[in-house]
């Protein structure tokens, strides 16, 4: 009669993943010593940390911030290139919607004055950012031209939401400067609708303006350029030069929030509070001239 020699438990000698235990692993995490599988392995510094551990981190860890505030974004300015190819959808479309439909629906003009042409619709002052003219091409190509110089300066700087806050708001107020600047309706004279992202374009300008002043940098190219760009809206027929400057005022009155806002816990929500007090005031602006007729 033999007696043989008794089997080892595998799984007492055997290391395995806390998260997979039907799968061996004899790769340890660098930071707390478990195993783990290579679907639970992420490469550190050195060697490789598990998952959870991994989690760990990241909420322990402080969110790296810009200097104004917004969570540092690496890569392509991704708002950018949305509102980029917003536009351009919206310029598709306003070529395929037949009888002008995108434009006569979205289009900003100053009727407020006239019950012919129906109540103030106060939502065409930001969309009529997206929509360019069909006539002139350069029209949407120039402007998606400086979005895109300008949207890759403010937003890694600012952060995405604050630029993207600052965009709208000042396309808003672009269409406020033209509601503000130019006379109600005038029997016999035709109305003409606004389309255009330049108002939300001079708010980059103001905002890129006021941040260079406050890091100290050298702002004469940035005058230089504002100045070509306002004479131009005087001297070529058919710019709404009032948007420019409202638009131009309104982006620099966001910055001005974000830029001398003292930094700490609080500066996301004083910095919201900034930029809804500049809505407001659009808001109340805008409210006063339609009253006023």
Known sequence: MSYGIPAAEPSAQIPVCPRHPDRPSYVRCQRCGRPACPDCQRAAAVGFQCVDCVNESKRTTPAVKTVYGGAVATGKPVVTFGIIALCAVMYVLQWIVPDEWIYQNLAFANVFASPEFGQFEPWRMLTAAFLHSQ???????????????????????????????????????????YLLLTPGYVPGVPLAGVVGASGAIFGLF?????????????TRQLWILIAINGVIGFVVPQIAWQAHLGGLVTGALCAAVIAYTPRGPRQRLLHAAGLAGVVLLLALVSWLRVTAG
Do not use: C, K, T
């Open 135 to 177: 006539g002139f091409i350069l029209h949407i190509v120039l402007n998606m031209y400086m979005l895109w110089i300008f949207g890759q300066a403010l937003e890694p700087l600012l952060g995405r939401v604050r630029f993207l806050a600052v965009y709208l708001i000042s396309a808003i107020g672009g269409s406020v400067g």
């Open 206 to 218: 103001g905002a890129m303006l006021l941040v260079q002043r406050h890091r100290g940098g050298d």
